[in-house]
């Protein structure tokens, strides 16, 4: 009776605190969307709470085998739902649980097999992590404090010395499959591997045993998760890259600061960075929040995480937008480099108002890059030597594809994309499409040059990997483009997303076509 009193007043805790998750996504709605249960919902399902664990008080002091057996039973339920009476699982209900994850797992992979999508990674990785002691120099070299920007400039050269312990990094998290401190793309393993471990234990017949087999089969075989470790691996390789490189520059500026002298002091450097970085593991929230933010793993906050709590429990939008952090955080970082838009980013706003110098030192760096790659996005179209996204009037599109490749710059006679370079590509195809629209305006038409403005972002926003479902949700929804919408064909290509490297595939069909096309 011990045992089940604990249990009990276990449970009632675990509902009671479930109140007050409710009641405050009670405050959070989307249309006719009501988030959360009410107190007097959960009240309820205290009491059966109750009922369930006096009746199971009645089974053990029956004492015969069979309510022993049940007893069992119970509890191996109560273990598999997570110490929750009312949500008990049976052998059968977790493997469906963990099946549904696995298929989930399997679409990501899918999704994100394309080489082109795992050399955007690393093109995109590579480029914030020089961008930002970069632009952090542009702004304190606008402020006055060249010491400062000479030291966050030097810190690059610490790349050179953290090249071997962030390739260890990344290959600990290509073995594992798991990454330190997150990733792009939550597949909640540590859940999964608790789950397998129970089925497990519990499995008894020989179907149930060989289920288990292939459920963990689908979770953890690396040829079929090799995609979303090959990202974990890149981008636990550039945290350990981007963490060394503020520590050095945080040296320098200390060095500074006590003997006025700007130099590297590998002493002093030992000692700033003792223990904030373990085994690859980057282990100082300072330091941790500056390495996500470079990788655009950071965690989602306010509205945007209820939001992405909505989308993630509805199969339908589940896949239509599997991914919401990675493209929120995309969309914050370019949009701290666009003028005018950088005043109104919350994000930005903190910095501005917070006591880290060196940070609104970068933000400033950051405008005035902008700025510039703004205007050299504009001297670059006029003399036709950059592309942006082209016209955003279908007809004018299908015309402009002939003879442009999108988001790209003419080096010599070809054409090379700049699509994977955040966040410059962004407006260099904004400063494209003006220059392209320009010629079409007339004084005061303003009406063209918003939608080609809304198209342009829209567009660079969208073409990735992580959002093909939201590319497909928005032609349904294009009255322009309906009548093209083959009901079919989308219903193959989401069946195509659960089978294994449908993206590599993809990309190997069109690398493909045009020999064959030749051969023929």
């Known amino acids: 009776n011990g045992i089940v009193d604990r249990l009990q007043g276990l449970s009632r805790m675990y509902k009671e605190s479930s109140i007050h998750y409710g009641s405050g996504l009670q405050s959070f709605q989307l249309g006719p969307l009501k988030l959360g249960k009410s107190a007097d919902e959960v009240a309820q399902e205290l009491k059966k709470t109750d009922e369930f664990f006096e009746n199971m008080k009645v089974k053990l002091e029956e004492g015969d085998p069979q309510s022993v057996k049940e007893f069992q039973d119970l509890a191996q339920g109560l273990a598999m739902a997570d110490g929750d009476p009312l949500k008990q699982l049976t052998v059968k209900q977790l493997m469906h649980q963990l099946g549904g994850k696995a298929m989930i797992k399997v679409m990501y992979n899918s ?41 966050s400039i030097s810190s690059l050269s610490a790349v050179t010395d953290a090249f071997s312990e962030a390739w260890t990094a990344g290959g600990k998290a290509w073995s594992t499959g798991i990454p330190a401190g997150g990733a792009k793309f939550d597949v909640a393993d540590s859940e999964v591997a608790r789950g397998l471990e129970l089925l497990k234990q519990s499995a008894k017949t020989d179907a149930e045993k060989r289920s288990v087999e292939f459920l963990d089969m689908l979770h953890n075989n690396a040829i079929l998760n090799a995609p979303t470790r090959a990202l974990a691996a890149g981008d636990d390789f550039f945290k350990i890259m981007n963490a060394r490189i503020e520590l050095k520059r945080q040296t320098m500026m200390e060095t500074l600061s006590e003997t006025g002298t700007l130099k590297f002091d590998p002493d002093k450097y030992a000692k700033i960075a003792e223990g904030k970085i373990v085994n690859g593991e980057v282990t100082d929230d300072g330091l941790l929040r500056i390495a996500k933010e470079q990788t655009f793993q950071q965690d989602l906050e306010g509205n945007m995480k209820k939001i992405a709590e909505v989308l993630e429990s509805n199969p339908l939008t589940k896949y239509t937008v599997p991914f919401i952090r990675t493209p929120h955080n995309l969309m914050v970082y370019a949009g701290s480099y666009t003028p005018g838009l950088n005043r109104l980013l919350k994000e930005a706003q903190d910095i501005r108002n917070g006591t880290d110098e060196a940070a609104k030192a970068m933000l400033k760096g950051r405008v005035a890059m902008g700025y510039g790659v703004l205007a050299t996005g504009f001297g670059f179209a006029a003399a036709g030597n950059l592309t942006g996204n082209g016209p955003a009037d ?33 407006m ?39 959002l093909k479902g939201v590319q497909t949700a928005i032609n349904y929804l294009n009255p322009m483009s309906n009548g093209n919408v083959n009901v079919a064909r989308e219903g193959l290509n989401a069946l195509n997303t659960f089978i294994p490297f449908s993206g590599l595939r993809r990309q190997m069909a069109k690398a493909l076509a045009p020999d064959v096309y030749e051969f023929n």
């Open 111 to 151: 999704m994100l097999s394309g080489p082109i999508t795992h050399a955007r990674n690393t093109i995109g990785n590579l480029s914030t992590m020089v961008l930002r002691p970069t632009t952090m120099a542009i702004g304190q070299a606008m402020g006055g404090d060249i010491n400062a920007a000479k030291a």
């Open 394 to 426: 279908p007809e004018l599109r299908k015309i402009w594809l002939q003879s442009n490749q999108p988001q790209s710059i003419k080096i010599g006679d070809k054409w090379v994309s700049y699509a994977s370079i955040e966040p410059l590509n962004v």
């Open 428 to 466: 260099f195809a904004a400063a494209a499409d003006l220059q392209h629209a320009a010629p079409y305006l007339s004084a005061g038409e303003y009406d063209r040059l918003t939608g080609q403005l809304v198209y342009t972002f829209g567009k660079a926003f969208t073409e990735r990997s992580y």
